[in-house]
C-alpha cells in the first residue's frame, strides 16, 4: 500500500507590450491564484499466489487506487482505479482496469488576456473574409473529466517470444479546448465550427455595425481604424472552450524475440499503435464526427519495429518508424512518413573505466524530409505528426559510480 498527500500553490500573471499599431498597447492581467490539497491511496492485494494457486488460478491480484482533491476555484473531486490481473498458467497474465480522471482547467486557460486582433479566413467560393479573432483565457471554463477502460494480456517466456496486446477505451467530457483555433482555415466553412462564429453585415446592419465597432473600440485591439468597420464579415471565439465529449479506442501491440549466437546476443523487436476511431462532438448539441486520420488528430497507425545487438562491451540497434498516411481537411491525402533510428554504444564492463558509456545516436538516419502538406500557414509540413529537422546526430559520454 502507498498513501501520500500533496498540497500545490499555482500563481499566473502576465504583462505583456503589443506593437503592431502607431503605439504600443499594454494588456497586464491581475494575479491568479490556486491552491490544491490532496490525498492519494494505492493498494496492490495479491488474492491467489503460488501457497494457494490451483489449477487455472495461477495468480490473482487487485489493484485499488483512488485521489481526492479540493480546488479552492473548481470545488472538491474523487477518482477511483481499479484493476486486476489474472494468471491462469505460467508465463501468461491477462488484466483489465477501468477509472476515472479529473483536469482542471490551467489557469492561463481561464485567466489569460483575452485579445482581439483580425485574420482573414476563407469562404466557401475560394474568397476570403476580414474577421476580427478573440483568443486567450475563458472565466467561464468548467473542469474536463474522462474514463478509461483497458484489457488485453501479456505472454512472456523467458528466453521465448514475448506478446502484449491490450485495447483501450477512453472517452472525454467538458474537454477543454480551442475548437475554432485548431481549424480557423476552416472555421467558416465547418457546420461543427457554427457556434463560434457569429457572422456580421456592418455596411447593411446597424446592429453588426455598432458590436463590431464595440470590439475594435476595445483597448486590446491594437489595430484601431486600420480598416474601416464595415470592412468585417464575422467575429470569431478562439479561446479556451469546454467541448461537447471525445472518445478514442484502438489497441496496442508490442513483441520481443531474443536470439543468442555464440558470444552474441540479438533481440528483434516492435510494437504498433492502432486508432479504430476518434469521435469528436464539438459542442453537446453538435453532431457526432469520425476525426481519425484527419489533420491536427491522430493518424490510424504508428509502428516502429526493429532490432539490438550485444556482444561483450560494445551494443547497437536499428529500427524504423512508420507514420500511417492520413488526410487535410480538403481531402487532400498526406503521405506517411517512415524513418530510421540507429545507435551504437560502448560500455566497458572492467578495468578503470568501468561505468563509463560512450553512446552515439542518429534519428532520421537516411534524412527523410516530412510528407509535403499545403498548410494554411504557408510552412508546408504538419510538426504534429513530423519533424522538420532532419537527420540529427548526438554523441554522449556518461559516467556512473
Known amino acids: ?21 502607431a503605439a504600443p498597447v499594454a494588456i497586464v492581467t491581475p494575479r491568479a491564484e490556486r491552491r490544491v490539497s490532496a490525498v492519494f491511496a494505492e493498494a496492490r492485494i495479491p488474492l491467489v499466489g503460488p501457497e494457494n494457486a490451483s489449477p487455472g488460478l495461477r495468480s490473482l491480484e487487485l489493484s485499488i487506487a483512488g485521489r481526492y482533491e479540493d480546488y479552492d476555484d473548481f470545488g472538491s473531486t474523487t477518482n477511483p482505479k481499479l484493476g ?10 491477462l488484466r483489465a482496469s477501468w477509472g476515472t480522471s479529473f483536469r482542471a ?37 468548467k473542469p474536463e473529466t474522462a474514463e478509461t477502460f483497458t484489457i488485453g494480456f501479456d505472454y512472456r517466456p523467458r528466453g521465448r517470444l514475448n506478446v502484449s496486446a491490450g485495447y483501450f477505451d477512453t472517452r472525454f ?63 470569431i471565439d478562439g479561446r479556451w472552450v469546454n467541448t461537447g465529449a471525445v472518445r478514442v479506442n484502438g489497441f496496442d501491440l508490442s513483441a520481443r524475440y531474443p536470439l543468442a549466437v555464440g558470444e552474441h546476443r540479438i533481440t528483434l523487436d516492435g510494437s504498433a499503435s492502432y486508432v479504430l476511431g476518434y469521435e469528436s462532438q464539438t459542442t453537446p448539441t453538435a453532431s457526432v464526427r469520425e476525426v481519425v486520420d484527419l489533420i491536427g488528430y491522430p493518424v490510424r497507425l504508428r509502428s516502429r519495429i526493429g532490432a539490438a545487438w550485444s556482444s561483450g562491451d560494445w551494443s547497437a540497434d536499428l529500427h524504423w518508424n512508420h507514420v500511417g498516411d492520413y488526410r487535410d481537411r480538403l481531402g487532400a491525402r498526406i503521405d506517411a512518413w517512415n524513418t530510421a533510428d540507429l545507435q551504437a554504444g560502448w560500455s566497458p564492463s572492467a578495468g578503470v573505466l568501468n561505468g563509463l558509456r560512450l553512446a552515439l545516436t542518429i534519428h532520421n538516419l537516411f534524412d527523410q524530409a516530412p510528407p509535403f502538406y499545403d498548410a494554411p500557414s504557408g510552412f508546408g509540413f504538419d510538426p504534429g505528426q513530423a519533424s522538420l529537422m532532419g537527420r540529427t546526430v548526438a554523441l554522449q559520454l556518461i559516467k556512473r559510480w
Request: aromatic share 8%.
Open 173 to 235: 467530457t467538458d474537454r477543454i479546448a480551442q475548437p475554432a483555433t485548431e481549424n480557423l482555415a476552416g472555421v467558416l466553412t465547418d457546420p461543427a465550427l457554427a457556434p463560434f462564429v457569429t457572422r456580421v453585415s456592418p455596411g447593411s446592419n446597424a446592429a453588426d455595425l455598432a458590436l463590431v465597432q464595440s470590439y475594435i473600440s476595445r483597448p486590446d485591439f491594437a489595430f484601431g481604424t486600420l480598416y474601416p468597420a464595415t470592412s468585417y464579415g464575422a467575429i
Open 1 to 21: 500500500m502507498a498513501v501520500g498527500v500533496q498540497i500545490r500553490q499555482d500563481t499566473f500573471d502576465t504583462r505583456t507590450l503589443t506593437f503592431t499599431g
Open 84 to 93: 486486476v490481473v489474472w494468471s491462469p498458467v505460467r508465463d501468461l497474465a
Open 105 to 141: 482547467a490551467s489557469l492561463p486557460q481561464i485567466h489569460d488576456a483575452s485579445v482581439l486582433s483580425l485574420t482573414t479566413v476563407p469562404r466557401g467560393d475560394g474568397g476570403s473574409v476580414l474577421a476580427l479573432y478573440q483568443y486567450g483565457g475563458n472565466a467561464d471554463l
